[in-house]
């Protein structure tokens, strides 16, 4: 029996340090080399202070900042935690009210904006967890955020085709907008313009 413990003591001691200690720190350390900024969260810096990942939206609710795509996740939107759909289906009632209500909010907060609302906008995505609307869903919300800002239509206009992301290789994907730089460029607009 003693024969067969210490080797297989051994064996595993060797293989937690190998398997437990050593390849975590390598991949770790390699990723911190090859991958600063994914190895770190793809965080998001104002005033060298996070305020987000480049990977999780945010819940904007302001009128007076642009909306990202509704989440699915609970407790709490943007949970990332619970990342993934609602799973309801197309003819689910519950889905049918779900986008109603997000279709109410939008008109209520921009009662002046008679046009189609971008299918972004109402529902969420497979994640729950989306960072980017369309073009279309920011280029609709730009009347609402500048009336509420007090900014030129142009300049908010000017602001969504600044931070819009073209698709990888001009060829994978579609074209974006993330919500958090886009906000985050308009709160630096107003400081930059504040008086004083």
Known sequence: MKNILRPALVLFLLLTLLT????????TGAARLLFPDQAAGS???????????????QNFTDPGHFWGRPSA???MPYNASASGGSNLGPLNPALVDAVKGRIDALRAADPGNAGPVPVDLVTASASGLDPHISPAAAGYQAARVARVRGLPLEKVQQLVTQE????LFGLLGEPRVHVLRLNLALDALKRVNAPG
């Not at 437990?20 to 991949?27: D, E, W």
């Not at 819009?164 to 698709?167: A, D, M, Q, W």
């Open 20 to 27: 437990g200690v050593a390849y975590p720190l390598a991949v």
């Open 43 to 57: 965080l998001i810096l104002r005033d060298g202070k996070p305020v987000g990942s480049a990977l999780i939206g």
């Open 73 to 75: 996740t609970g407790p």
């Open 164 to 167: 819009t992301e073209t698709p």
